[in-house]
C-alpha cells in the first residue's frame, strides 16, 4: 500500500493505482492548459476580460509540475533496493 499527497489530500493505493489515478489528473490538467489558453485567446480578442480564467489557467501550469514531480518521486520509491 503506497501513499501520496495531492492538493492537501492523501490518496492511498496500490503503486499502480496511484500512478494511474496521477496520469488521469496529469492528462485532465494538460487537457484544461489548451483549452483554457485556446479560450483567453479567442476572449481576449472579442474583448472580454480574462482576468478569471488567466489566474485559473496559472493555477493548472502550477500544478501540472507537481504532479509530474509526485509521479516521478512514486517511481524513483519503487526503484529503491
Same mark, same amino acid.
Given at each position: 500500500?503506497?501513499? #501520496?499527497?495531492? *492538493? @492537501?489530500?492523501?490518496?492511498? @493505493?496500490?503503486?499502480? $493505482?496511484? =500512478? $494511474?489515478?496521477?496520469?488521469?489528473? %496529469?492528462? $485532465?490538467?494538460?487537457?484544461?492548459?489548451?483549452?483554457?489558453?485556446?479560450? %483567453?485567446?479567442?476572449?481576449?480578442?472579442? @474583448?472580454?476580460? #480574462? #482576468?478569471?480564467? *488567466?489566474?485559473? =489557467?496559472?493555477?493548472?501550469? %502550477?500544478?501540472?509540475?507537481?504532479?509530474?514531480?509526485?509521479?516521478? *518521486? =512514486?517511481?524513483?520509491? *519503487?526503484?529503491?533496493?
Amino acid at each position: 500500500m503506497y501513499a #501520496t499527497e495531492r *492538493a @492537501g489530500q492523501v490518496m492511498t @493505493g496500490t503503486q499502480d $493505482e496511484i =500512478l $494511474e489515478a496521477l496520469d488521469r489528473r %496529469i492528462v $485532465e490538467a494538460e487537457a484544461q492548459v489548451t483549452a483554457l489558453a485556446a479560450a %483567453i485567446a479567442g476572449l481576449t480578442k472579442a @474583448g472580454c476580460d #480574462t #482576468t478569471e480564467a *488567466a489566474a485559473l =489557467l496559472r493555477d493548472y501550469q %502550477i500544478s501540472l509540475p507537481k504532479l509530474h514531480r509526485q509521479r516521478w *518521486a =512514486l517511481l524513483a520509491r *519503487a526503484l529503491k533496493p
